[in-house]
T-cell receptor, first 113, second 112 residues
C-alpha cells in the first residue's frame, strides 16, 4: 500500500483480556518496528523485525508482550492479560533494507479499563 | 547508551516569527537523524532526514542542520503559521540495522 496501515485505530478492552494489534508495512519494506507512546510521554522502542526474524526485542516490557511477522509483510503485536498500564498508542514503522528514513503508521490507541 | 534531549519541552510564539528547535545527542557516532512532526491523536510525519555525512537539509520553510561532532541538530522554522502547531520529535539512528532513539519532543504552539 501507499503507507503503513495499522488496525484497529482504537481499541478498548477490559483488564485481563488479550489483544492483537496489526501492522501492514509498505510493500517491499523489510524492516519493521513497534513503538509505544504513553500519554504525555516519548516513544518507547518495543521490537524490531528484519524480514520475519526479530534481532532486537529488548524493548518488550514483559512476557505478556509478543510479536510476530509473516515473511516481509504483516506483523501482529499481542498483549496477553492486559493491564491498565498497557494503555498507550502503539505505533508501527517500516523502511526498506537500504532505506534511510522511517514511515510511521497512525497508530492504535489502546485503552484498558 | 545514546540519549536524545530536546529543548525546550514547550514553546509558544506569535505567528510569523522564525524559530529554532534544539536536539542534542550523547553519542556522536550516528547513522542519520530524522525530524518528525506529531499532531494530537495522530501518528508521526517525517519532515527531514539528515545523513551522518550531511550538514543540513531543507524543505520549504523548514531547515534542519546537523553538527555531529558536537552532538547537536536544530530545526529552523521560518515565518511560522498556526498550522505549524504540533509536537516536533528528533530521532537518531545509530546504524542501519537498529532501532531509532527518540527525544521527548518539543510541543510548539503558534499563536494567531
Amino acid at each position: 500500500g501507499a503507507g503503513v496501515s495499522q488496525s484497529p485505530s482504537n481499541k478498548v478492552t477490559e483488564k485481563g483480556k488479550d489483544v492483537e494489534l496489526r501492522c501492514d508495512p509498505i510493500s517491499g519494506h523489510t524492516a519493521l518496528y513497534w513503538y509505544r507512546q504513553r500519554l504525555g510521554q516519548g516513544l518507547e522502542f518495543l521490537i524490531y523485525f528484519q524480514g520475519n526474524s526479530a534481532p532486537d526485542k529488548s524493548g518488550l516490557p514483559s512476557d505478556r508482550f509478543s510479536a510476530e511477522r509473516t515473511g516481509e509483510s504483516v506483523s501482529t503485536l499481542t498483549i496477553q492479560r492486559t493491564q491498565q498500564e498497557d494503555s498507550a498508542v502503539y505505533l508501527c514503522a517500516s523502511r526498506t533494507i537500504q532505506g534511510v528514513g522511517y514511515t510511521f503508521g497512525s497508530g492504535t490507541r489502546l485503552t484498558v479499563v | 547508551k545514546q540519549e536524545v534531549t530536546q529543548i525546550p519541552a514547550a514553546l509558544s510564539v506569535p505567528e510569523g516569527e522564525n524559530l529554532v528547535l534544539n536536539c542534542s545527542f550523547t553519542d556522536s557516532a550516528i547513522y542519520n537523524l530524522q525530524w518528525f512532526r506529531q499532531d494530537p491523536g495522530k501518528g508521526l510525519t517525517s519532515l527531514l532526514l539528515i545523513q551522518s555525512s550531511q550538514r543540513e537539509q531543507t524543505s520549504g520553510r523548514l531547515n534542519a542542520s546537523l553538527d555531529k561532532s558536537s552532538g547537536r541538530s536544530t530545526l529552523y522554522i521560518a515565518a511560522s503559521q498556526p498550522g505549524d502547531s504540533a509536537t516536533y520529535l528528533c530521532a537518531v539512528h545509530m546504524n542501519r540495522d537498529d532501532k531509532i532513539i527518540f527525544g521527548k519532543g518539543t510541543r510548539l504552539h503558534i499563536l494567531p
